[in-house]
């Protein structure tokens, strides 16, 4: 795969050459770890009747950044950046009944229920707005989802590719590039999942997609009109919203877009208090990091497909609700 390049103008290294994958792409809710940490400290969860091993957050990693190693071969591949939440304490049976306080660090064990991660590919590259994106792919566990009581059966795994944004470290994914609901038994299956979806990927046509965005404008009072009607699309009954595009975030990810639309350095509003979608859309993404990682890219991905309703809503659609 061959550098891409907007408007046939070469992208300049401007940042010093990194060895890992930038951490700062989640925010609340998490921290980051490192994957030496996980593999030599945390156990690994079983399906409790069987006592058969699930597959592990090392395993779905080093299983990803294997697939990424043999499709692109010879690019800048990044380590991964790895962030966690939900952490589940144990201890040793040598260690029952023991107060909690008293335990050594040999007696407790540790694993995270859910992870997720992504690697940056930092020589597939281009620019939306003067902003750099790097190809980037990465996945999210969450254990939560599996039934751990039962006997071992298919387990569930999200895998994306798409694009981070070196201004802010937000990721850019659509549904061209998300698989929300992989199955598998094996590594095997895991790989194979990851192989479709990376090989199928069109960097050209996603970098499409989101070079529209930057030449729309919506002026402060559109703003204002998504705003209150994202805030009455929370409390609507059922029925009333299966007529309206889905929107992605929460009230309090609302409250985060209106204080960035005035404060934010890179992406707030221009001098007359309009905003491109392109802004408009990093503020939802950055919004969006706060999300719990299991619901992070589900929203992620809604962010893309509302903004782009809205590009669209200049004509008319769904989503001209929202800007009316």
């Known amino acids: 795969m061959t550098l891409v390049k907007v408007n046939s103008q070469p992208i300049e290294d401007v940042e010093p050459i ?9 925010a609340a809710n998490t921290k980051p770890m490192s994957l030496e940490e996980i593999s030599e400290k945390h156990t690994i969860p079983v399906f409790a009747k069987d006592n058969e091993s699930t597959i592990s957050h090392q ?8 697939v990424t190693e043999k499709i692109f071969g010879g690019e800048q ?3 991964p950046a790895v962030r966690v939440s939900h952490p589940i304490k144990g201890r040793i049976p040598s260690a029952v009944g023991k107060p909690a306080k008293e335990l050594l660090e040999h007696e407790k064990t540790l694993y995270y229920e859910r992870m997720a991660f992504c690697i940056e590919i930092a020589s597939i590259c281009d620019r939306v707005a003067e902003n750099g994106l790097n190809l980037t792919i990465g996945g999210v566990r969450a254990y939560n989802l599996e039934n751990l009581y039962s006997r071992k059966s298919e387990e569930r795994f999200k895998l994306f ?17 998300f698989k929300s609901d992989v199955r598998v038994r094996t590594v095997a299956e895991l790989a194979k999942a990851a192989y479709d979806l990376f090989g199928e990927f069109n960097v050209y046509k996603e970098i499409e997609k989101f070079s529209s965005l930057p030449r729309t404008m919506i002026t402060e009072q559109q703003f204002a009109q998504i705003i209150g009607r994202a805030r009455m699309y929370q409390n609507m009954p059922c029925k009333d919203r299966k007529e309206l595009p889905q929107f992605p975030l929460s009230d309090g990810q609302v409250n985060l877009v209106v204080k960035d639309y005035y404060s ?4 707030s509003r221009n001098d007359l208090g309009n905003i491109n979608l392109w802004r408009l859309y990093n503020l939802f993404t950055g919004a969006n990091k706060m999300s719990y990682i299991d619901s992070f890219l589900d929203r992620n991905v809604g962010c893309q497909q509302f903004v782009g309703g809205l590009h669209e809503a200049i004509g008319l659609n769904k989503h001209h609700w929202f800007v009316s």
């Open 18 to 26: 990194r060895e890992t994958s930038d951490v700062h792409f989640m």
């Open 264 to 267: 934010d350095e890179s992406f």
């Open 77 to 79: 591949i990044l380590k």
């Open 59 to 66: 395993e779905f990693i080093e299983t990803i950044s294997l």
């Open 161 to 177: 590719i798409g694009f981070k944004n070196q201004v802010c470290t937000n990721l850019c994914v659509s549904t061209d590039g």
